[in-house]
């Protein structure tokens, strides 16, 4: 199986900041990965897929790079409805995996 | 427009079954692959079990493997989980989700997990 390690697992910070949350898979999926952000009580939001292609309607202040083993999402400008938590998840092989989720909390 | 709608959930004892449910519309469902997820409250997000769109290629999760049943009725747009022998650590929010669908070559398209429902919740309790 795929193990995702993504870290931070929290984070404080103010609105403005530049934030990067890093997911590293224990071995190989191309670019097999998609990031979501949840806020509390909602449905999960697809905000990147294929690695680096921005889902419709996301703002461009989200961004995301990485192939093989290392992934990384971007927040550009922290902005108040940012604050929320993400995964990632890898959909190369099965079983899929998400990693454990970082919380991005208000500084 | 396109939409998941689970149903099914509630509370059920220790080694009780429960059907879940989820309604596909707006799109071809018969194309995709599609998945469960679930959350425990407070927890991270949980891969369950997904169905190949002609139904022959299914997985499961080493943690319901035995104990839950994938199933999909095309005709019917719908998705189902079986679930049996439930455990109070089954105990979470359930999402259906649209996997993923393929290019005319059969290849996967790299566009997966686009759509989730709004998920139904599962308590198993005494």
């Known amino acids: 199986d795929i193990q995702m390690t993504q870290s931070p697992s929290a984070m404080s910070a103010s609105v403005g900041d530049r934030v990067t949350i890093t997911c590293r898979a224990s071995q190989g999926i191309s670019n097999y990965l998609a990031w979501f952000q949840q806020k509390p009580g909602q449905v999960p939001k697809r905000l990147i897929y294929a690695a680096s292609s921005l889902q419709s309607g996301v703002p461009s202040r989200f961004s995301g790079s990485g192939s093989g083993t290392e992934f990384t999402l971007t927040i550009s400008s922290l902005q108040p409805e940012d604050f929320a938590t993400y995964y990632c998840l890898q959909h190369n092989s099965y079983p899929r995996t998400f990693g454990q989720g970082t919380k991005v909390e208000i500084k | 427009d396109v939409q998941l709608v689970e149903s099914g959930g509630g509370l059920v004892k220790p080694g009780g079954s429960l059907r879940l449910s989820c309604a596909a519309s707006?799109?071809?469902?018969?194309?995709?692959?599609m998945t469960w997820v679930r959350q425990a409250p407070g927890k991270g997000l949980d891969w369950v079990s997904s169905?190949?769109?002609?139904?022959?290629?299914?997985y499961y999760a080493n943690s319901v493997k035995g104990r839950f049943t994938i199933s999909r009725d095309n005709a019917k747009n719908s998705l189902y989980l079986q679930m049996d022998s439930l455990r109070a650590e089954d105990s979470a929010v359930y999402y259906c989700a649209r996997e993923m669908s393929y290019d005319n070559s059969g290849y996967p398209k790299n566009d997966a997990f686009d759509i989730w429902g709004q998920g139904t919740m599962v308590t198993v309790a005494s």
């Open positions: 169905i190949s769109s002609s139904s022959s290629h299914i």
């Open positions: 707006g799109f071809t469902f018969g194309s995709y692959s």
